[in-house]
């Protein structure tokens, strides 16, 4: 079956930068949209940032500018560049493959991650 793993996440200070990365392997999935989901103790899961097409992107608007996401499918790794976070965007962050809908509101995927921690404090 698909696996995805997360890892990358840690503890930063506010203004500082991550890269989350997201090895899949297993089954053969379709790798045309993926995205990065994030959820805060607390609040429902929002959907951060999606790929698909190889380069087309979306970005919540929260993170716009700020973070990048990004794939290399000779690797089967999906990316997340984190820049300039803030103390709002600590949650655990699961990467998710085979989008169930398009747009970066979207937590419907057929496949997830476990998650990985970002903590960012002030």
């Known amino acids: 079956q698909v696996q995805l793993v997360e890892s990358g996440g840690g503890s930063v200070q506010a203004g500082g930068s991550l890269r989350l990365s997201c090895a899949a392997s297993g089954d053969t999935y379709n790798a045309y949209c993926m995205g990065w989901v994030r959820q805060a103790p607390g609040k429902e899961r929002e959907g951060v940032a999606q790929i698909f097409a190889g380069s087309s992107t979306y970005y919540g608007d929260s993170v716009k500018g700020r973070f990048t996401i990004s794939q290399d499918n000779a690797k089967n790794t999906l990316y997340l560049q984190m820049n300039s976070l803030k103390p709002e965007d600590t949650a655990i962050y699961y990467c998710?493959?085979?989008?169930?809908?398009?747009?970066?509101?979207?937590?419907?995927?057929?496949?997830w991650g476990q998650g990985t921690q970002v903590t960012v404090s002030s």
């Open positions: 998710a493959a085979e989008c169930l809908a398009y747009g970066v509101a979207t937590t419907q995927y057929n496949y």
